[in-house]
């Protein structure tokens, strides 16, 4: 097991700079997720991290060690590919055997290492099948199994679900993070899906354009994100954004760009009269009585039901609100709603493209 | 009614082809079993009666044609041996390596297949006489090369470019050089490829007439098209003898396909990635 830490890491490629002095660091056994849209560098970086894509700038150590020119082979790292990447003329025992046949270990180790990744993963009875013969769920388990064989310092992960259906997925899902408990490898592991991030990552690296946004814990990014982009980027249904200001004239509250007042707290004294972008979870919002103090107006324009909950989509504020409620909805189309924010619960970031977070 | 029409559609032409393309062959097999008496009847006598043997003996025994036999064996093999080799690297460096002018380079392995046969006669024979090859196994295995080299660099090439790069990256991160990615999991992913290839070289090869006559012009170097040809005199062809040669000539062409039409199965991909 082993520390992975990036320091000001680049990657180009011909003019294009797919990584920018990316800083990063996962501990010992932790279950780091990348996460970002698709072209964000977050496979890039992987394979870096691999070995399979030479770096341009800045360091790489694996358990304290610079790996930057180091082969893949030694690094002691495995990875499992979006596609499984199986050797379909092999058949399960070879496909898993093969590393360490490479590594010229002797055969009953090899045979002991290839029982043992089996039975954690229940592949046994698959054995002397080949690829082929698998279903999806069993193949991402193989490319599981030939990752754990080899007992690897750092495990890789490259958006190893998105190939699976969402029922499968959910499953996967879960039997990834209990072998990660049992194994307690430092894994780094990639997908574009934000909830497989939140569900799985002891720590999550949310990136864009070859950045890292922001780092830290998936709760944290939840309710604290730095950014507008980590903000809109991480939850789903997204998070609403308002555009407009503070005004602190009277009451505190926020003017949207179509004039809808919408109630905050009065210590936001410090942002008056500055273009700013309010942001309110789509949980936060709630469809009230027409009277209730500090409601705004809205127009139903879609309602979705998923069964535990309704998402009303509402146009208001100039912008389209999504909000979330727990009840089940007869409301109709264009019907006019009142709505109401948890006022302890809003986000203000800059109205500027980088949308930073305002203190609040 | 109207899927029997389409029936009709789809195997009336597919029957023509069939009759066109398999026709000449068997009319071959059937007149090396004739007497001469019955080769030139008019109308045409359509199987042996009785069959005979006497053409067989005569191309057997009484020409040279097991001596061509031999030489076309073993300039064929060795020529389809080389191409495949050289194919297999020249292709996989094609398909997986970025390098300057690689487009450029490929396209440029094509362009001596642009050049009639008979514009490159006068200077590969040149070439050989230079070298000391006119009338060597290894002159023809060369020339055969220059014949075949090109086409099988480029199947070979789409063959390997169908191959995942993920599949290579999962190797490499097992443990395996880059040679040991091509031979351990490359190569045996290509072998439809290999075969294709190996049919195309073999056959073009075991056929090719103008460079053995030119190069080969020995008795003890010759191959088998023109012992065929050698039956044709200025005053007479003995046709029975011509048939048997001929037959003769195809059964290893038809045994390599029987052999290996099992091994070129497709679908040798499938399970690799999600399918």
Known sequence: MAQVALNKLVKRYGAYQALHEVDMTVENGEFVVLVGPSGCGKSTLLRTIAGLEEISGGTISIGGRVVNTIRPKERDIAMVFQSYALYPHKTVRKNMSFALKLAGVAQPEIDKA??????????????????????????????????????????LFDEPLSNLDAKLRVQMRAEIRELHQRLGATTVYVTHDQIEAMTMADKI???????????????????????????????????NFIEGQVDASGTDRFIASDGTAIPVSARLGILKRSPAVLAIRPEDLSIVEENTPGAFPGMVSVVETTGPETIVIANSCGTRLSVVIKERSRLKLGEKVWLS??????HFFEASKDGRRLAA | ???????????????????????PFLWMAVSA?????????????????????????????????????????????????????FAVFAAYGFARFDFRGRSAALAFVLIGQLLPTATVIVPLYIVLNYLGLINTYLGLILVYLILTLPLSVWMLTGYFRG???????????DGASQLGVLFRISLPLVTPGIIAVTLYSFVATWNEFV?????????????????????????DTDWGAVMAASFVMTLPIALIFLVMQRMFVSGLMSGATKG
């Open chain 1, 114 to 155: 290839v029982e043992r990744a089996a039975a954690i993963l229940g592949l046994e009875p698959l054995l002397d099948r080949k690829p082929k013969q698998l279903s999806g769920g069993q193949r991402q388990r193989v490319a599981m199994g030939r990752a754990i064989v080899r007992n690897p310092q750092v495990f």
């Open chain 1, 205 to 239: 690296v949310v990136m864009r354009d070859g950045h890292i946004e922001q780092i830290g814990h998936p709760l944290e990014l939840y309710d604290r994100p730095a950014n507008r982009f980590v903000a809109g980027f991480i939850g789903s249904p997204a998070m």
């Open chain 1, 341 to 346: 924010a948890d006022v302890s619960k809003l």
């Open chain 2, 1 to 23: 009614m109207k899927d029997s029409r389409r029936t009709l559609l789809i195997s009336l032409p597919v029957a023509i082809l069939v009759i066109v393309a398999v026709f």
């Open chain 2, 33 to 85: 079993f004739k007497p001469l008496s019955q080769l030139y009847t008019i109308p045409p006598q359509w199987l042996p009666d009785p069959p005979t043997l006497a053409n067989f003996k005569n191309v057997l025994f009484e020409s040279n044609i097991p001596r061509y036999f031999v030489n076309s064996l073993i300039i064929s093999i060795g020529s389809t041996f080389l191409a495949l080799v």
């Open chain 2, 163 to 173: 191959i995942p790069k993920e599949l290579e990256d999962a190797a490499i991160i």
């Open chain 2, 211 to 235: 460079f053995a006559l030119s190069f080969a012009t020995e008795k003890e170097m010759k191959t088998l098209p023109i012992g065929l040809a050698e039956f044709s005199t200025e005053f």
